[in-house]
């Protein structure tokens, strides 16, 4: 999978075993890595000298080689209506990104960005039509998370990679960042409450069934009608959909762990009987949960939602044929933060 496309490395490109590599082979015992760990993502320190229980010689080291670089916010929009927030951040080169908050009572769910920009250029989503810049590292992934909660005045009980890019075109970083996310001296967030959001990249899936976590993993299906599915998400052409619920009944098999299923509904591309009938032939036998969601309309991309009957046949035939599904309650629409609608930028209100 190519991962190229990182900036200059900073302290922001390495994960918890990348920082204690470093360490090492500097002489450093293998506690420092905690030290380090805690300093950056829990005290949220901005330079190493505020880090006063690490020798003066190393962090002299660190911000010779490894300089802290915090995303900077662009700007913040809120919704009116549920208190969903979409951030802006530019990072140390200028390249920028989104996030999201999604608060609940309970749950504070973060939505962040594994690239700038994306690739994968789905028909349906404003990501994919700005292009893709770069990769990010593990940190500028924490970052996105650990800023949200700060400006929340709460922690993050959820992260979900889920906002620009695609996880798996990155998946080494995107790994550490979970693994930072998760570690007891990063942000403390149990494995099952981090998810990878993928289009179906068959590599990143069955490398995912030999990690050791429990990370959640959902699949952005849309389609399990071939034709339609090359034609909505075309950097998946000639993937062939069989090939996908083969490999994902394999990741079952070896992880015990159900993947959810996401399904954008468009009118006219992706809700008649037949593309039903498919997704139920698709789903069977995976343990599957099918998260439905009327498409978030994007200027120039040309879709449309179906009426609401309609989504809920969907889910009612699911349902019946013995598939979980549910309708994706929808937050922060009047800021353009759903999924589909992050473009890197924030139009003037």
């Known amino acids: 999978m190519d991962e190229a496309g990182s900036p200059i490395i900073g302290v922001s490109q390495l994960d918890r075993a990348g920082l204690e590599a470093w360490l090492v082979a500097r002489g450093e015992p293998r ?21 006063t229980d690490l020798p003066s010689a190393l962090r002299r080291s660190l911000a010779e080689e490894l300089p802290v670089a915090r995303p900077v916010l662009e700007s913040c929009l809120v919704s009116a209506l549920d208190d969903t927030r979409r951030y802006l951040w530019r ?23 594994v690239q700038a920009g994306c690739a994968m250029e789905c028909t349906f989503c404003a990501t994919g039509k700005g292009g893709f810049v770069r990769n990010l590292g593990p ?9 949200t909660a700060e400006d ?36 403390a967030i149990g494995a099952r409450r981090l998810t990878i959001s993928t289009c179906g990249v068959l590599e990143g899936i069955t490398r995912l069934a030999s990690e050791p976590e429990q ?46 299923i996401e399904y954008a509904l468009m009118q006219g591309v992706n809700d008649s009987d037949r593309e039903l009938a498919a997704l139920i032939g698709f789903c069977r036998d995976l343990g599957s949960h099918v998260n439905l969601m009327p498409v978030n ?29 549910s309708v994706r309650a929808e937050r922060g629409s009047d800021i353009e933060a759903a999924c589909g609608q992050l473009t890197q930028r924030h139009s003037q209100r």
């Open 139 to 147: 940190g500028e992934m924490v970052e996105q998370v650990r800023l």
């Open 31 to 51: 506690f420092r890595t905690g030290q380090l760990i805690r300093w950056l993502y829990q005290r949220s320190a901005s330079s190493y000298e505020e880090m």
């Open 91 to 113: 990072l140390s080169d200028s390249a920028t990104v989104e996030s999201v908050g999604l608060p609940t009572p309970k749950r504070l769910t973060v939505c962040f960005s």
């Open 297 to 325: 309309e994007v200027p120039a991309a040309g879709f449309s939602r179906p009426p609401a009957g309609r989504v809920e046949l969907f889910a009612s035939k699911l349902t019946e044929a013995g598939i979980e599904a």
């Open 152 to 187: 929340y005045g709460r922690r993050a009980t959820n992260a979900v990679a889920m906002g620009q890019g695609e996880p798996f075109m990155n998946y080494a970083a995107t790994l550490g960042a979970l693994r930072l996310m998760n570690d007891a001296d990063g942000l």
């Open 215 to 260: 990370f959640t993993l959902a699949v952005s299906l849309h389609s399990a009608v071939q034709s339609t599915r090359d034609r909505i998400m075309p950097a998946l052409r000639g993937q062939p959909v069989s090939r996908l619920k083969t490999v994902l009944a394999d990741y079952v098999t070896r992880t015990g762990r159900r993947p959810s």
